[in-house]
Antibody, heavy 122, light 109 residues
Framework: EVQLVESGGGLVKPGGSLRLSCRSS????????MTWVRQAPGKGLEWVANIETDGSQKGYVDSVKGRFTISRDNAKNLLYLQMNSLRAEDTAVYYC???????????????WGQGTLVTVSS | EVVLTQSPDTLSLSPGDRATLSCRTS???????LAWYQQRPGRALRLLIYGASSRATGIPDRFSGSGSGTDFTLTINRLEPDDFAVYYC??????????FGLGTKVEIK
């Protein structure tokens, strides 16, 4: 069974930093792209960042470029999101998810963690 | 950037009813890269439909997806108590990998 467990959330002041982790199990982590998605309180889902299998290619939503860094440790089955220069608008539950191409053709995020809450406030 | 517009915002129905949820995209979707997800409080998000109309593994056949181009629909037949949740449509593209609609809440009437 695929399991994704996020950790590292908490309360941080504007301008501060936080590193989120996502521990994976139940699948071959090194063979999958991975994604971070966030959800602000009472709002919808927003893609934040994704990373290729070997970490060589990464993508970010414009609002976090230059502030957030996604990375992975395939030996430890861990996905990370380093968040710097945090702003109030970064307050959200952050989810990690596995990219999965059904039938090799249809892209999805087929497995999700329960999320970790990041609150940016003074 | 493609925008996904879901309607209605809220659907008030009773157990046993049929729910029909709409997702419209601002540009035509190629390759049917459209998926649907369910979000219930305290539970991990759940993939329901991929490729606009195929059910993901383990999803009951009460859930069905249809549509192409810019108009897509998620239909839930014979609503069960666990089905009252928020549903999101999602589009994949190479430029912005994952774009979501704002969601439709299916609530108990």
């Amino acid at each position: 069974e695929v399991q994704l467990v996020e950790s590292g959330g908490g309360l941080v002041k504007p301008g501060g930093s936080l590193r989120l982790s996502c521990r994976s199990s139940g699948f071959t982590f090194s063979e999958n792209y991975m994604t971070w998605v966030r959800q602000a309180p009472g709002k919808g889902l927003e893609w934040v960042a994704n990373i290729e299998t070997d970490g060589s290619q990464k993508g970010y939503v414009d609002s976090v470029k230059g502030r957030f860094t996604i990375s992975r440790d395939n030996a430890k089955n861990l996905l990370y999101l380093q968040m710097n220069s945090l702003r109030a608008e970064d307050t959200a539950v952050y989810y990690c998810a596995r990219d999965w191409w059904y039938s090799g053709r249809y892209p999805t995020l087929d497995s999700w963690g329960q999320g970790t809450l990041v609150t940016v406030s003074s | 950037e493609v925008v996904l517009t879901q309607s209605p915002d809220t659907l008030s129905l009773s157990p046993g009813d049929r729910a029909t949820l709409s997702c419209r995209t601002s540009q035509s979707v190629s390759n049917n890269y459209l998926a649907w997800y369910q979000q219930r409080p305290g539970r991990a998000l759940r993939l329901l439909i991929y490729g606009a109309s195929s059910r993901a593994t383990g999803i009951p056949d009460r859930f069905s997806g249809s549509g192409s181009g810019t108009d897509f629909t998620l239909t839930i037949n014979r609503l069960e108590p666990d089905d009252f949740a928020v549903y999101y449509c999602q589009l994949y593209s190479r430029s912005t990998p994952w774009t979501f609609g704002l969601g439709t809440k299916v609530e108990i009437k």
